[in-house]
């Protein structure tokens, strides 16, 4: 007996279909029909009608890539990835690291398996923070929070000023600084307060009813950047709140231009930096002085057109009243 014959004893003979549907049997009758599948994006490809990619695992050097899935998805469940990943702040592009859900499925036309994706976790691809921080936000939005401060009003001439921050930090330093250097009479109402870890919360919220029983026009938190971690608390529901009840206009200046927290969402207004906001308020007042000074003159211009013209009403009576005496005189 030949070897051929002696292999063709043993081993089925399959045409290529058969192969692939006693694949897809068997990935079946494993429980692993549907899986989520979490790897790291390359070769992505969008289609008007698929999109495909590679989800890969690399070895530890990160450079070498040590499994690749083909993975693909019509243009009705892509669109639904994709708008999941927006709404998280992310991008489907390569180089992600997504957890995607789908139907494993052996390609017959070009030979191998591959996830056909429906869903996306999120969770994975952007953090649980993040998460965290999407679902307060819809929850102060539900119960109106994110609107209160909107309907405060900073006088258009705000001199009395809260300022929160914390002792010696230079946020503080640069809203003094431009206050004073603008020559306006501002008052500032100082509150020292944490402006990290556990504490800021309840801390904030003490502060924000001190200023407001002492009449301040508007309250300035001033905060300069740091670490994510650093500014996590400016993503707290006690925070967001605080913020949110506070009976005056409360200005947030915390972190740099890209660390847009929710207590930046909840408040009246937001600024990249303390020394923004206390620009802004330098050119309120400046520019409430100017209308005023206009004003002023304006009435003065009024009041002296006004004198100019009774000048010449009785210019104009006294040359009558001579006109007609010299006239009854020369009768």
């Not at 300022?163 to 250097?181: N, T």
């Amino acid at each position: 007996m030949t070897t051929a014959e002696a292999r063709g004893v043993a081993a089925p003979c399959l045409t290529p279909t058969a192969l692939h549907q006693a694949v897809e049997g068997a990935l079946t009758a494993a429980g692993l029909g549907e899986v989520w599948l979490m790897g790291t994006v390359t070769s992505l490809r969008r289609g008007p009608r698929f999109t495909s990619l590679e989800l890969v695992d690399y070895e530890p050097d990160h450079a070498t890539v040590s499994a690749t899935v083909a993975v693909g998805m019509f243009a009705r469940q892509a669109e639904q990835v994709e708008r999941t990943l927006r709404r998280a702040g992310a991008e489907l592009a390569d180089g992600l690291e997504v957890r995607l859900h789908g139907r494993l499925e052996p390609n017959p036309r070009f030979g191998k398996v591959r996830l056909l994706a429906d869903d996306v976790d999120v969770r994975t691809s952007v953090g649980a923070a993040a998460i965290a921080r999407d679902e307060l936000v819809e929850s102060l939005s539900a119960s109106g929070a994110m609107e209160r401060q909107q309907h405060r009003r900073v006088p258009d001439s705000p001199r009395r000023v809260g300022l929160v921050s914390a002792d010696g930090a230079a946020g503080r330093a640069d809203v003094l600084h431009v206050l004073g250097d603008s020559g306006l009479p501002f008052t500032v109402e100082e509150e020292v307060v944490a402006m990290s870890g556990a504490g800021v919360g309840p801390s904030l919220r003490a502060a924000l009813r001190r200023l407001a029983v002492r009449g301040v026009d508007v309250v300035v938190i001033a905060r300069g950047g740091g670490a994510r971690s650093d500014l996590s608390a400016w993503d707290s529901a006690e925070v967001a709140e605080a913020i949110a009840e506070c009976r005056v206009p409360v200005w947030v200046a915390v972190g740099h231009a890209t660390d847009r927290g929710v207590a930046d969402l909840v408040a009246n207004r937001s600024f990249p930096t303390p020394s923004a906001a206390a620009a802004e308020l330098v050119a309120m007042a400046s520019g409430h002085a100017r209308s005023q000074d206009d004003h002023q003159r304006s009435a003065q211009q009024a009041d002296e057109l006004a004198r100019a013209r009774r000048r010449t009403r009785i210019a104009v009576l006294v040359a009558v009243v001579a006109v007609l005496l010299l006239a009854r005189m020369l009768l």
